[in-house]
């Protein structure tokens, strides 16, 4: 089960990749990247309605949507900025350094929301190790902006 995991999460990352460069022909079509954006979480929505009909899972009822914290209900608005984020920056800083960038920016997020247990993660201590493997993350970034 772990090396599909691992395979589900390689082909996310090169998903989004490829995400990129098809939002920036929106972009370049639209002419904005919020309509670009808008135009990939609308395509991303309507897949949805065909996973959900599919699963046949019985939809949640208020119970289960009251019981969410307040906060949780806003992780979209990351995922609306990444997209719009990923469709201006990438056609200027290609494609390598966007991504340099944001596995960075993900890699710092998540050593502090583990470290402090945040957001229903386990916590897991900040270690020499872990700061280590942040900076040679940095060091790939710099190289990779050269």
Do not use: C, K
């Amino acid at each position: 089960m772990y090396h599909l995991l691992a395979l589900m999460a390689l082909a996310a990352g090169l998903g989004l990749t490829v995400q990129v460069g098809m939002n920036a022909a929106l972009r370049q079509a639209f002419g904005s990247p919020v309509l670009a954006s808008l135009a990939n979480f609308l395509v991303g929505t309507a897949a949805l309605v065909v996973f959900v009909m599919l699963e046949r899972a019985p939809l949640p009822g208020r119970g289960a949507a009251g019981s969410v914290p307040l906060w949780a209900w806003f992780g979209g608005l990351f995922g609306a900025f990444y997209v719009v984020a990923a469709t201006v920056v990438g056609p200027r800083l290609g494609a390598s350094m966007l991504l340099a960038l944001t596995v960075l920016g993900q890699l710092l997020a998540a050593l502090a929301v583990d470290h402090f247990g945040w957001l229903g993660f386990p916590q897991q201590p900040l270690s020499m190790a872990r700061l280590a493997g942040a900076a040679l993350l940095l060091a790939g970034v710099l190289l990779i902006s050269r």
